[in-house]
């Protein structure tokens, strides 16, 4: 399977615990972006990268979240002290910047803050 | 901020009629996605459109520039083609995506 893949799908954490979560985008794909979705909302954009740089980044991060993408291919998004806020889907998706930038999306990792 | 409306928020129709989803923002931008979502979360991109018309099966996607709306149409809908459809634009000089709410579809058979 060539598509963005998420690690894990499900995780259950008590408030206050770290999680991290991983992106594998498509290969190639020069470009790769965090979104949340909360229930019954559409995602809402967190940060970007192209290659290992992060470009952008929401208001929505604050400084309990930290996204890297150390050299240029996967990226890890963490979550320090979580809250029970934080409780969405985390969605990545990769595009490849010279064919029209569109965005393809992985399956996402549904997080649950006890 | 770009701001991206759909209706309508839920729909139910019967397994074979003609499904239409609407998308309005207020700027401009540089293109517009229709994604389905299934539950469970992950998301399908089905057309990335700039201008015009685009078609893919039984899916068919418009959009209007000057009036800053799109449309996404099912012909001969099928109970598998239940879904949340969301919009979303891409501004100028801007990468990230500004999604709509969603528009939940069920297709009883």
């Known amino acids: 399977d060539t598509g963005v893949s998420q690690d894990p799908r499900h995780k259950i954490t008590k408030r206050g615990q770290n999680v991290t979560f991983r992106c594998d985008p498509i290969?190639?794909?020069?470009?790769l972006y965090w979104y949340r979705q909360t229930l019954g909302q559409g995602p809402e954009f967190l940060t970007y990268?192209?290659?290992?740089?992060?470009?952008?980044k929401s208001r929505l991060l604050s400084d309990r979240f930290s996204a890297e993408r150390p050299k240029g291919s996967f990226s890890t998004l963490e979550i320090q002290r979580t809250e029970q806020g934080d409780s969405a889907m985390y969605l990545c998706?990769?595009?490849?910047?010279?064919?029209?930038?569109?965005?393809?999306f992985g399956p996402g990792t549904r997080l649950t803050v006890l | 901020k770009n701001e991206v409306e759909q209706s309508p928020q839920n729909l139910t129709a019967q397994e074979g009629e003609f499904i239409t989803i609407n998308c309005s923002y207020s700027?401009?931008?540089?293109?517009l996605h229709w994604l389905q979502q299934h539950p469970g979360g992950g998301i399908v991109s089905l057309f990335m459109?700039?201008?015009g018309k685009k078609k893919h099966g039984r899916l068919i996607a418009t959009i209007n520039i000057q009036e800053k709306h799109s449309s996404l149409h099912i012909t001969a809908s099928h109970p598998r083609d239940s879904a949340v459809y969301i919009c979303?634009?891409?501004?100028?000089?801007?990468?990230?995506?500004?999604f709509g709410t969603g528009t939940r579809l069920t297709i009883i058979p």
């Open positions: 998706a990769s595009s490849l910047e010279e064919v029209g930038n569109e965005q393809f």
């Open positions: 290969s190639e794909h020069n470009r």
């Open positions: 990268f192209q290659n290992e740089a992060q470009l952008e």
């Open positions: 700027v401009g931008i540089s293109a």
């Open positions: 459109l700039s201008s």
């Open positions: 979303a634009v891409k501004n100028f000089g801007n990468e990230k995506l500004t």
